[in-house]
């Protein structure tokens, strides 16, 4: 009896390990397999073979990204190496993200990131939060997403406030112990870059791509949007779409029991030692780097040298918080893993797929409905999100979206905003470079935020209809 129960013991262990064998297999077949059938794509669908092309390397990656055959970092690198093998780009243009300033912001943000959190600072600041945030996921991210609220208007570089926030929910899971890529750790920072994405809708200044549809359709139509003119319109619906994708976030991602997390964090924090002198240069340059991009208005001085300049001066004697032998040390993955990524949208309008996307988009804007046409509208933004750039998007429909309301006699601004709500649900990293620099920090787990993501992009559809439509008829009626 006792010899068939030990010999019985390995059983469940060794099926479970055939198991993920055979998921690993089906895998490789489903990204070895899959890819090539888009060379089959009727001629009639208007793509040509270097569109077929890019769409067959590009969806190898996604779906290895989408299993995590390969590493995520491994998997970007080799995207443009692949372009240019394939005949798509030249080197020169496959490898131009190194010279994008979104390189130079992250450098600057890994530097400013390794000092806050070696000195302590992110520890102390994380564990002093939670103890006045609340004991369980939902108040550390209800405290987390009224800290952004407050901050959003006042910061219009998005990509400033990601690497600010995200700094802090890292440390929070440091703090707490939660292992990077956890669903703990997940639920964490992508609640919180939720919260800094979404709260930029509510205000004109909350982003540049926020401000750049507006002034596009302002062109259009002769009239002037005001900051208030854009809050009335935003603010409402803005607020309660923040609140529902973090909210989402704490539905899908249930972490494990945490009822003891405030006892615990509050015993941490009490045995935390007084404030010592790198603790409180690093605090310094921290608060200057947030009144940087606070006054970035009076002083214009863009976000990417605010972050540059602020990681470098750590450098300084005197200040001395990181040394050569240290910045050697960083973990700078997140700088391949962005650029590789930022090459799938060069090839993208090198092959001529931004145009592809574009002219069938504006066969789908001809109806009468203004309920359909703002439906429409955000089915769009999400579709073209997958292969232009926010700001290419932007500019290559604002204006047709903009006469066509004209045409049916509607408020323009009630398509374009639904329009901006679409650019802004994303699945995959490529999508939005701050989204990208959220991932590249290591600590969201990629199932989890596909699925989080994806429910995000229906949930808020119904919202559009439901909630921010009617809102912004109403508004409409009474301007």
């Not at 450098?315 to 590789?340: C, D, R, T």
Request: a neutral charge; charged letters at 10%.
């Amino acid at each position: 009896m006792t010899t068939a129960s030990v010999s019985a013991a390995p059983v469940p262990a060794v099926a479970s390990e055939r198991f993920g064998k055979l998921r690993t297999l089906l895998a490789w077949a489903a990204s070895l397999l899959l890819p090539p059938l888009l060379l089959l794509l009727p001629d009639a669908s208007g793509l040509d073979d270097r569109m077929r092309l890019f769409l067959v390397i590009t969806s190898w990656a996604i779906i290895v990204w989408g299993f995590n055959l390969i590493s995520e970092v491994a998997v970007a690198m080799i995207l443009p190496v692949l372009y240019v093998a394939a005949g798509l780009l030249p080197y020169k243009e496959a490898m131009s993200s190194w010279t994008d300033t979104l390189t130079i912001i992250t450098l600057g943000g890994l530097i400013l990131g390794h000092v806050v959190m070696r000195t302590g600072l992110t520890r102390r600041m994380a564990l002093w939060g939670i103890t006045r945030m609340g004991g369980s996921f939902a108040g550390l991210l209800a405290g987390m997403t009224f800290a952004v609220m407050v901050v959003s208007p006042l910061v219009p570089s998005i990509t400033g406030k990601t690497i600010l926030f995200g700094i802090i929910a890292i440390g929070l899971c440091d703090a707490l112990g939660f292992k990077p890529r956890s669903r703990e750790a997940t639920l964490i920072c992508l609640g919180t870059f939720l919260a800094v994405t979404s709260a930029k809708l509510c205000w004109l200044t909350g982003a540049g791509d926020v401000i750049l549809p507006v002034s596009l359709m302002d062109k259009e139509t002769g009239r002037v949007t005001s900051w208030l003119t854009y809050a009335l319109y935003n603010a409402v619906p803005g607020t309660l779409y923040t609140v529902l994708s973090v909210a989402l976030v704490l539905v899908l991602l249930r972490a494990g029991s945490n009822g003891r997390m405030r006892d615990a964090v509050e015993e941490q924090y009490r045995a935390l030692p007084p404030m010592n002198g790198a603790e409180r240069k690093a605090a310094a340059i921290l608060a200057l780097t947030v009144l940087l991009l606070l006054t970035e208005p009076l002083h214009h001085m863009p976000t990417a040298q605010v972050i540059f300049i602020m990681g470098l001066i750590n450098f300084l004697p005197g200040i001395g918080l990181i040394n050569g032998k240290e910045f050697g040390a960083l973990n700078i993955n997140i700088v391949f893993f962005i650029n590789g990524c930022m090459s799938i949208g060069i090839c993208a309008n090198a092959v001529g797929m931004d145009h592809w996307m574009t002219e069938r988009m504006l066969h789908l804007l001809h109806t009468d409905s203004l309920w359909g046409s703002a439906l429409i509208c955000y089915v769009m933004g999400v579709a073209i999100n997958f292969l232009l750039t926010p700001v290419a998007a932007f500019v290559s429909l604002v204006g047709p979206i903009t006469q066509m309301a004209a045409a049916m006699e509607v408020d323009p601004a009630i398509l374009v905003h639904s329009f901006q709500y679409g650019l802004d649900q994303y699945v995959l990293p490529y999508e939005y470079a701050p989204f990208m620099l959220a991932m590249g920090m290591g600590y969201i787990g990629f199932r989890d935020m596909a699925l989080v993501m994806l429910a995000r992009m229906v949930v808020m559809a119904a919202f559009l209809g439901c909630v921010a439509v009617p809102f912004w008829m109403m508004v409409s009626a009474r301007m």
